[in-house]
């Protein structure tokens, strides 16, 4: 009997002994599963921000600041980083939650209930691991990666290789300019050899020494208005492939050009003549204009939008003036904070009361002046805004109904603008010409050509008419006798508007063709 009570305690005696065993391997466990949830906690934290980091980084341009869009991908995934970050605590919280069971059964030696409590454990662990994968990859680098590598393509500001409108291409033009000013072409191919040739021969031709910058920047702007893009009496050679009219040796050789034509072309003049010049693009990718410096300031000038009138209604710009219509990275691109050599700035007048703005408006056209600034010497207000307003819309009712035949304009661009000098307002206004391009340099034969045909395919109903525009004197035998219409005087003009409504808007496609 001794020795049975003797037996049974020795095996109570090693029971025991093995519990503590397993209760110490189980609390190990359990302390290196809560160790191991809070690293990954931690590491995944970091991995948040290394990944939020990468993506700042790689959608920064040159200014140090996002592109819109990538200001809107990087927000979308530092969203889906935090909402992943609220599952790994979620789940963090559950791992910690479920160890305290586990440590709470220890005591009470349900060895069982503790191994299946670690076995969930590891297998909840190992499906939080997946849905971090999954969330991580596809929701976040997946989708950021493939918008960065869009970005770098195209949207990150830079100056050169951008794509306009999907097709047209901002080239650098520095070779052709350094050679020309250094006189070593060595390093310039055929085409551009030829290029800078036919560049140097018209700089010759409108400029000289004793100019200022600013008085060659604007006889280069006179001659491309009035040569590019229009026939002046020669035969204008059809260029031979769409790439020709973006760039300077299509422009120059073929005088025919698209806005980047333009832009690149009037670049590689200014800066052959040792004047800072760069091509500006829009935001939205369907422009290009230029800034050149005159003075220690930059001025925005878009000579493809003044190409048809030569008005100077987009030259010289300040930034208050091109925002108007367009917007651009202005992180990036230098700032025009001036009117100095503004050509509306120049033709300025001041009004004390806004009763006399007509007046002064009266006196602008009839002085042949399309684009001018008032400055208002009282107080801008919505009153003020409101009658200058009802006043020009007025105007220009009656200007396009062709009441006021000595009138031949119509409004392009009014509203105010920052005056850079004073700090104060000052409202822009500039003016189109009605039925001067195409219809002037026509013979009266031409003309009365023109008009029988248009009459037969349009009819002889249509609203907008030039009067006057053929003499008096007609030879006998010449006039048009097939209709028997008494309005045989009357042609249909070009009134060349833009399609805003005040505010200077242009659409697309306006900017783009």
């Not at 390093?187 to 700089?203: F, H, P, S, T, Y």
């Not at 109904?401 to 822009?428: A, K, M």
């Amino acid at each position: 009997m001794a020795k049975r009570n003797t037996g049974k305690k020795k095996n109570n005696n090693k029971a025991k002994a093995n519990n503590r065993q397993s209760e110490q391997n189980i609390k190990k466990i359990i302390n290196q599963e809560e160790s191991d949830t809070n690293n990954q906690s931690e590491d995944f934290n970091q991995a948040v921000k290394e990944d939020t980091a990468d993506v700042n980084n790689k959608t920064t341009g040159k200014n140090g600041k996002l592109s819109t869009t990538s200001k809107q991908i990087s927000k979308q995934d530092s969203k889906a980083m935090n909402q992943i970050a609220k599952i790994a605590k979620k789940i963090a919280r559950g791992i910690k939650g479920l160890l305290k069971v586990a440590k709470s059964q220890i005591n009470k030696k349900n060895i069982p209930i503790l191994l299946g409590i670690i076995v969930g454990i590891l297998s909840f662990c190992v499906v939080a691991a997946t849905i971090f994968s999954v969330k991580t990859y596809k929701a976040v680098s997946y989708m950021a990666q493939k918008q960065i590598e869009e970005d770098e393509a195209n949207i990150i500001t830079k100056e050169n290789d951008v794509i306009i409108s999907e097709r047209y291409k901002i080239k650098d033009t520095t070779d052709i300019s350094d050679a020309y000013k250094t006189g070593n072409t060595k390093g310039l191919d055929k085409k551009q050899k030829e290029v800078m040739n036919l560049a140097a021969d018209i700089i010759k031709s409108v400029t000289d020494e004793k100019m200022s910058d600013y008085e060659k920047e604007k006889a280069i702007y006179d001659w491309m208005c009035e040569n590019i893009g229009e026939d002046k009496g020669m035969l204008t050679v059809v260029p031979t492939s769409s790439k020709d009219s973006d760039n300077p040796y299509g422009t120059l050789k073929f005088r025919q050009a698209v806005c980047v034509g333009y832009a690149t072309t009037f670049r590689l003049f200014m800066n052959m003549m040792g004047i800072d010049c760069m091509v500006v693009h829009n935001t939205d990718l369907f422009h290009s204009w230029n800034l050149v410096k005159l003075d220690g300031h930059w001025y925005h000038t878009d000579v493809y939008t003044d190409s048809e009138t030569g008005d100077y209604s987009h030259f010289n710009m300040s930034d208050s003036m091109r925002c108007a219509d367009l917007e651009w990275d202005t992180g990036y691109f230098p700032a025009a904070d001036s009117l100095k050599y503004n050509m509306a700035y120049r033709n300025m007048e001041e009004v004390e009361n806004v009763y006399e703005m007509p007046d002064i408006i009266r006196k602008e056209m009839n002085d042949g002046i399309t684009s001018f600034c008032i400055r208002y010497k009282g107080k801008v207000d919505n009153e003020v805004d409101g009658i200058i307003r009802a006043m020009i819309t007025s105007l220009d009712d009656a200007l396009i109904s062709g009441n006021l035949e000595d009138l031949p304009y119509s409004f392009n661009t009014y509203s105010w603008i920052r005056d850079e000098e004073t700090g104060g307002y000052l409202y822009w206004i500039t003016l189109n010409k009605n039925g001067v391009d195409g219809v002037a340099n026509l013979t009266d034969k031409q003309k009365r050509e023109l008009q029988k045909a248009v009459d037969k395919a349009f009819g002889d109903k249509l609203s907008v008419y030039i009067s006057d525009e053929i003499s008096e004197e007609v030879p006998e035998g010449d006039m048009n006798d097939s209709t028997g219409d008494e309005n045989q005087n009357a042609l249909i003009g070009d009134y060349n508007q833009n399609d805003n409504q005040g505010d200077g808007q242009h659409g697309d496609d306006y900017y783009a063709n």
